[in-house]
């Protein structure tokens, strides 16, 4: 079974402050994680995956197998961040089923 | 348009009475994704479709929901003897054979569904 745990439901910060979300999974294959997010009134969209190692909007994200997390990682939010995050895990063994995480609403204050 | 297309945007119907949510997914597109979100929760997994495979219905909560796709092309969500609980909006996603593997799913604005 997969499963991704994000224990965080809501995540509030200061703008130019650091901001962690913090996402935890649980995969007996070799998996493959993502964060997508959603802005207010948005479609849900695809914000990075892993494999890629990139930054977008500043924002990167680790695998730690060790820990099996993937924590999406900012130095300086932007109220413009504010939105739901959600992680997501697939992988060869699910048939690349995509299994989301519950999200964490992250709101950015001025 | 070349997005994700969803219908109804809005939904209002009675208990008990069938519904059916319609996904058109994009052009070539092979893997077509139905999700729940019911209000304050996640995305909740219901069905993949992936190309003639067949379809993983492990999300699906109950014999009451079902889902068909003709090909490569539209899928209807059926919910029959709807219930409170299935007020949700219901999102469709799609994702090209390469996208899959890559994660990068497409999402629709979702169907609204309110059970009275």
């Known amino acids: 079974a997969q499963r991704v745990t994000q224990p965080e439901k809501l995540l509030s910060v200061f703008k130019g402050a650091p901001v962690e979300l913090k996402c935890n999974y649980s995969?007996?294959?070799?998996?493959?994680l993502f964060w997508y997010v959603q802005y207010s009134r948005q479609r849900l969209q695809l914000l990075l995956r892993?494999?890629s190692r990139e930054s977008i909007k500043g924002f990167t994200a680790d695998l730690n197998k060790g820990e099996t997390s993937f924590h999406l990682k900012k130095p300086f939010a932007q109220e413009e961040d504010s939105a739901m995050y959600y992680c997501?895990?697939?992988?060869?063994?699910?048939?690349?089923?995509?299994?989301f995480g519950k999200g964490t609403l992250l709101t950015v204050n001025p | 348009g070349a997005g994700v297309s969803q219908s109804p945007s809005n939904k209002v119907t009675e208990k008990g009475k069938d519904v059916e949510l319609r996904c058109d997914p994009i052009?070539?597109?092979?893997?077509l994704y139905w999700y729940r979100q019911r209000l304050g929760q996640g995305l909740e997994f219901l069905i993949y479709?992936?190309?003639?495979?067949?379809?993983?219905k492990s999300g699906l909560p109950s014999d009451r929901f079902s889902a068909e796709r003709t090909g490569e092309s539209v899928s209807t969500l059926t919910i029959q003897r709807t219930q409170q609980e299935d007020s949700a909006v219901y999102l469709c996603?799609?994702?090209?054979?390469?996208?899959?593997?890559?994660?990068?799913?497409?999402f629709g604005e979702g169907s609204r569904l309110t059970v009275l």
């Open positions: 996603a799609s994702s090209s054979e390469v996208g899959v593997s890559t994660g990068e799913l497409f």
């Open positions: 995969y007996s294959g070799s998996p493959e």
């Open positions: 892993h494999i």
């Open positions: 997501a895990l697939t992988g060869v063994g699910s048939n690349y089923k995509l299994t």
């Open positions: 052009s070539g597109h092979t893997a």
């Open positions: 479709f992936q190309g003639n495979s067949a379809p993983d």
